[in-house]
């Protein structure tokens, strides 16, 4: 079983950065997809990033530009998520998922696709 755990959560004024965290454990995959999510209080949770372990990048438009994911090495399970630019709007909790054993497909927003889930980091932004 898969087991994620995310950091880097926080408080920060508009305008202000984040950089979130998230790593997979007990395994290191070879092959993953390794995604961010967001919920806001009464919506929907929705895909902001996603990653693959070849570095295949994808976004959510309301996102682009203003956040960055990476991953940290070929050889570990591990991604980042630089969210500058931040506003109110981006206020949530965020999630980590992953896939493992597969790349990131044009469905990587659909939260039926990942079994294994991160408890959650709280990015609060005030205005």
């Known amino acids: 079983q898969v087991v994620l755990v995310e950091s880097g959560g926080g408080s920060v004024e508009s305008g202000g950065s984040l950089r979130l965290s998230c790593a997979a454990s007990?395994?290191?995959?070879?092959?993953?997809?390794m995604a961010w999510f967001r919920q806001a209080p009464g919506n929907e949770r929705e895909g902001v990033a996603a990653?693959?372990?070849?570095?295949?990048?994808?976004y959510a438009d309301s996102v682009k530009d203003r956040f960055t994911i990476s991953q940290e090495n070929a050889k570990t399970s591990r991604s980042f998520l630089q969210m500058n630019g931040l506003t109110p709007d981006d206020t949530a909790m965020y999630y980590c998922?992953?896939?493992?054993?597969?790349?990131?497909?044009?469905?990587?927003?659909?939260?039926?696709?990942?079994?294994?889930w991160g408890q959650g980091t709280q990015v609060t932004v005030s205005s």
């Open positions: 990653i693959d372990s070849v570095g295949t990048a994808n």
């Open positions: 998922a992953m896939i493992p054993l597969n790349y990131c497909s044009g469905s990587w927003r659909d939260v039926r696709e990942y079994k294994s």
């Open positions: 007990p395994y290191r995959y070879r092959r993953f997809c």
